[in-house]
Nanobody, 123 residues
């Protein structure tokens, strides 16, 4: 199983980025997909998750209204559209896959992880 995250970069505060995570080696539509992040000196935290068919989405309070998670099961890809970025959003963002029915906010529940993509938001 491989999860390849991409789309990170340097952006000014207020800007936008779209992260992608391409999955291979698994039946993508059978997995809940999540995004997590780890900021420098901080623990990993939940950002967003999406159910297997994309009908249900879940967000951390600090990204509600700014970030949108979506998926394209035909392309085995999950996305994270990030708008109105803030310097505190600076982190390495990871995608993860979980073979469950109900998305979890607990990273320990996830089975597979991508390598991460760095997002840096300048003030």
């Amino acid at each position: 199983v491989q999860l390849q995250a991409s789309g990170g970069g340097l952006v000014q505060a207020g800007g936008s980025l779209r992260l992608s995570c391409a999955a291979s080696g698994l039946t993508f539509s059978s997995y809940v997909m999540g995004w997590f992040r780890r900021a420098p000196g901080k623990e990993r935290e939940f950002v967003a998750a999406i159910s297997r068919r994309g009908a249900n989405t879940y967000y951390a309070d600090f990204v509600k209204g700014r970030f949108t998670i979506s998926r394209d099961n035909a392309k085995n890809t999950v996305y994270l559209q990030m708008n109105s970025l803030k310097p505190e959003d600076t982190a390495v963002y990871y995608c993860a896959a979980d073979r469950v029915v109900i998305p979890s906010r607990d990273g320990e529940e996830y089975d597979y992880w991508g390598q991460g993509t760095l997002v840096t938001v300048s003030s």
